[in-house]
């Protein structure tokens, strides 16, 4: 008999004390002015590198020795087209042995589309000049 009440008097204290500390801790007021409004949910989705939406066709102007924009971002089954506005020649050349992908030569206003049907992310360079990369994402 003794010991079951000595029990319950434990039980209660330790029931008594986390519910004090508890409640010491519920002061915080949570009356501060919050300002996330929903007025100002228009970020707009710019495309930020690697984050861009995927779409079903993109451009790649070729210029200035450079692939524009260096990344584009496509739709399974997307296609990616390149057009050449340089006097010299360039290619856009898949960098994986064997090339995933290869426009050939293209020559002064020649463009050459090249549909991406598995995805990945594939990196091309241009043969003639290897200092010219992009990278052509398929989601
Ligand atoms: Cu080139």
């Given amino acids: 008999m003794r010991r079951r009440v000595a029990l319950r008097a434990f039980v209660g204290i330790a029931l008594l004390v986390p519910a004090a500390g508890a409640l010491g801790g519920c002061g915080k007021s949570s009356s501060g002015t919050s300002s996330s409004a929903g007025g100002s949910t228009q970020q707009s989705s710019a495309p930020s590198g690697g984050g861009a939406a995927a779409v079903s066709a993109a451009k ?3 210029a200035s020795y450079k692939f524009m924009p260096a990344t584009v971002t496509v739709k399974a089954g997307g296609k990616v087209t390149w057009t050449n506005q340089d006097s010299d020649r360039h290619t856009a050349s898949s960098e994986a042995e064997p090339r995933a992908f290869d426009t ?4 002064k206003g020649q463009s050459k589309a090249i549909d991406f049907k598995n ?3 594939y990196r091309y360079i241009c043969v003639y000049h290897a200092f010219m990369q992009g990278t052509v994402v398929v989601k």
């Fill in 60 to 62: 790649v102007t070729i």
């Fill in 119 to 121: 995805p990945g992310t």
């Fill in 104 to 107: 050939d030569t293209l020559n």
